[in-house]
């Protein structure tokens, strides 16, 4: 079963190993009788692989996740259930490294809005005054993989670069162009603010009123990893009381976002979760979760 959209050449490698069944993993009733006698079943972020979808599915031995974030899954509950759990880690470091950059500077130099001011037969130049990137200070929340592809590159546009991540060491930082600092450090000195980490309990609410109330009021918040790590309703008061200039979000707590209190907001940039939409990476985890599916269900015989 592949429950979300995957490239034609990805099903393409599939088709001649198992009969395949596409389905719209955002209609749980149509899900639900699909997986009740399916060996594998393929998602990215648009399926929800909880408890009563595995409950349904007892002849399923892998769940593969074509992409990275694996909070859509209930990991624990699928390998106490013996069914194996993978991503494709590497497919989309680049992809969403680069459209973090992207909205970095978009935001910084207002292109959204200038863009669509002038589609509207408008031209004030001076309602559009930037920031440079260089010389400004990115902070870094989470050095994992696309972390430090976003160091490399906005080290390149001579933003001075500090991160925060428990689990790097300092030297380990340096080689991306890093600085190493602390919570707090990171909190109160950025310019920038680029959010790099997975969603779980532990980053749930990671930025809520009282990180926020600590940033300069300058500050330009992107987040392009997962929504609910920052507290929507606490950013949205602070972008309306002017204690935080600006954000760029690609992902929402809920998505669609309906009820956001981010939304329409001036000083909010808003996408859809396109950070990992290109050719290259849905290519890749496509095929790394198609080869993820045909290793598992060879060794175990079907
Ligand atoms: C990922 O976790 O792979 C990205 O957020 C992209 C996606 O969810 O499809």
């Known amino acids: 079963?592949?429950?979300?959209?995957?490239?034609?050449?990805?099903?393409?490698?599939?088709?001649?190993?198992?009969?395949?069944?596409?389905?719209?993993?955002?209609?749980?009733?149509?899900?639900?009788a699909s997986v009740a006698d399916a060996v594998a079943l393929i998602v990215r972020s648009g399926t929800q692989?909880?408890?009563?979808?595995?409950?349904?599915?007892?002849?399923?031995?892998?769940?593969?996740?074509?992409?990275?974030?694996?909070?859509?899954?209930?990991?624990t509950y699928a390998r106490s259930a013996g069914v194996t759990v993978v991503n494709a880690p590497d497919s989309n470091t680049v992809s969403v490294a680069e459209f973090t950059v992207g909205l970095v500077i978009a935001s910084l130099r207002h292109i959204c809005a200038a863009a669509q001011h002038v589609s509207e037969g408008e031209w004030r130049r001076s309602a559009f005054m930037g920031g440079e990137l260089a010389g400004r200070t990115l902070g870094i929340l989470g050095l994992g993989r696309v972390g430090r592809q976003v160091a490399r590159r906005l080290t390149a546009f001579e933003m001075h670069v500090i991160a925060y991540d428990p689990h790097v060491s300092a030297a380990e930082a340096a080689e991306v162009g890093a600085e190493l600092v602390t919570f707090d450090t990171l909190l109160?000195?950025?310019?920038?603010?680029?959010?790099?980490?997975?969603?779980?309990?532990?980053?749930?609410?990671?930025?809520?009123?009282?990180?926020?109330?600590?940033?300069?009021?300058?500050?330009?918040?992107?987040?392009?990893?997962?929504?609910?790590?920052?507290?929507?309703?606490?950013?949205?008061?602070a972008l309306k009381d002017g204690r935080i200039a600006c954000a760029a979000l690609d992902v929402f707590a809920e998505e669609p976002p309906r009820a956001s209190p981010l939304l329409h907001l001036p000083n909010v940039l808003a996408t859809p979760h396109l950070g990992a939409g290109t050719d290259s990476a849905q290519l890749r985890a496509g095929r790394s979760a198609v080869h993820s599916v045909l290793r598992v269900l060879e060794t175990a015989g079907v």
């Open 188 to 237: 109160t000195t950025s310019d920038v603010l680029t959010i790099h980490l997975p969603k779980s309990p532990a980053t749930t609410g990671l930025l809520g009123e009282s990180e926020l109330a600590r940033v300069k009021p300058s500050l330009c918040l992107v987040n392009t990893a997962r929504g609910g790590i920052v507290d929507e309703n606490a950013l949205a008061a």
């Open 49 to 75: 692989v909880d408890h009563e979808v595995l409950a349904q599915a007892p002849a399923l031995k892998i769940v593969a996740r074509a992409g990275v974030g694996l909070d859509n899954v209930d990991v």
């Open 1 to 32: 079963v592949v429950s979300d959209p995957l490239p034609e050449a990805t099903l393409a490698e599939l088709r001649p190993h198992c009969e395949l069944r596409l389905v719209d993993g955002r209609d749980r009733a149509d899900l639900l």
